[in-house]
């Protein structure tokens, strides 16, 4: 597991499942690995390959996930990179059924900065068949608008109300990701009306539920008190990153056999 970026979540549910699964992890920081003293990606996949059965990596540039995919000879997991965060996903999605059944023609309201994680509700949209309402402020809308194709239902505002209204899932994140620290001061300013607060829930369906990938900021994106309210699933989300990435590392290290 490469890890240029902090986690608590993906590091723990990582580890957790492979050592549950009755295999191991092991944590590699730039710190301390030839990585962070400028070996090359690609020679670091070849190696790593030879050793491990799988390599999990959360860095900044998407291209670092890619070329370490070329390069290795093992599966490849991207644990959040700059552009998406699919492990996410596979939890969110997962949290949705349980919870509510099939997601396929319902709605779901992005609402706030269109990262990372709004990258893979796009994606998500694609695969598994529900509406998009997407809302940021104008210059913050995710670069993943630009690659849908038309029968993918994604609409676009900066109007948060219109996202959330009659959505069946609301989703926030940060409003600076790792990485944007420095400009979290500007964003605070600019993102103040895509706070989720119980007033923006409101304009939802009735059985709507919230999320959030985690770590929150109270106050910013996210009223307080809608964290705890009992439409809130953000603890089983977080939770189901253990049981998704089990069933995904299963399938690409034993793959048909189990
Ligand atoms: N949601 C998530 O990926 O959390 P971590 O940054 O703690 O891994
Ligand atoms: N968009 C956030 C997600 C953290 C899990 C980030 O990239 O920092």
Not at 129 to 154: C, H, M, Q, R, W
Not at 160 to 170: E, I, Q, Y
Not at 205 to 212: A, K
Request: with cysteine; glycine share 6%.
């Amino acid at each position: 597991m490469i890890f240029d970026k902090s986690s608590t979540r993906t590091r723990v549910s990582f580890e957790t499942a492979m050592v549950e699964g009755g295999g191991a992890a092991i944590f590699l920081s730039p710190r301390d690995t030839q990585l962070g003293r400028g070996e090359p990606i690609a020679d670091s996949a070849r190696v790593l390959s030879r050793m491990c059965d799988a390599i999990m990596v959360r860095t900044f540039s998407h291209e670092v996930a890619e070329t370490l995919a070329k390069y290795s000879t093992v599966p490849v997991v991207n644990g959040l990179t700059d552009s998406f965060h699919p492990c996410q996903l596979l939890a969110d999605m997962q949290t949705y059924f349980e919870h509510r059944g099939d997601i396929k023609g319902r709605k779901v309201a992005w609402v706030g900065d269109g990262n990372n994680m709004c990258n893979s509700y796009i994606n998500a949209a694609q695969q598994f068949g529900f509406a998009l309402s997407i809302a940021t402020p104008p210059g913050y809308e995710p670069s993943g608008l630009g690659n849908i194709s038309s029968a993918v239902d994604v609409e676009y505002s900066n109007d948060p109300k219109r996202a959330v209204v009659n959505a069946n899932l609301v989703v926030t994140d940060v409003w600076a990701s790792m990485g944007q620290e420095d400009e979290a001061e500007r964003r605070h300013d600019l993102f103040h009306q895509f706070q989720v607060s119980e007033a923006l829930l409101s304009e939802a369906r009735s059985d709507v539920l919230f999320m959030h990938c985690l770590p929150a900021h109270r106050g910013q994106e996210v009223e307080a008190a809608v964290l705890d309210r009992p439409d809130s699933v953000v603890w089983d989300e977080a939770g189901n990153r253990l049981h998704a990435q089990k069933a995904l590392l299963e399938m690409l290290i034993v793959g048909s056999a189990a």
